[in-house]
């Protein structure tokens, strides 16, 4: 495994450790279908919450969250409604980004919540 895909594995694995100490359900990781993919969806209550997940060694080029761009924010969208019509669920929804930067004993770790919202077109 390439260095960057081991540290994105382990910065999701950290992820999912720290939402389910907060709670959170963890329904699937890595989910697919096609072309579209989720890194986490969790649901806390009756929220459903897609997370995208960005790992960094380190904040020297930027913030990890810096790189959910407007193209990625479509494709998580159209994965998440790909995801509640599969299931059929009626559920609140929320999507969040959880940026990791690597330190010298694990990840500095922070969830934004409502990091963004569907795009209306």
Request: aromatic share 10%; no cysteine.
């Amino acid at each position: 495994m390439a260095k960057h895909n081991k540290l994105g594995a382990e910065g999701e694995k950290a992820a999912r450790e720290y939402l389910q100490s907060r709670g959170y359900t963890i329904r699937d990781v890595n989910w697919r279908s096609g072309k579209l993919e989720l890194d986490i969806i969790a649901q806390i209550g009756t929220v459903l919450v897609f997370i995208e997940v960005k790992t960094r060694r380190s904040d020297k080029y930027g913030f990890p969250e810096e790189a959910v761009t407007p193209a990625k924010i479509r494709r998580i969208v159209s994965a998440a409604d790909a995801y509640i019509r599969m299931y059929d669920l009626l559920l609140d929804v929320r999507f969040d980004v959880m940026s990791l930067i690597q330190v010298s004993d694990g990840y500095e770790i922070e969830q934004i919540e409502d990091a963004f919202f569907p795009p209306l077109n």
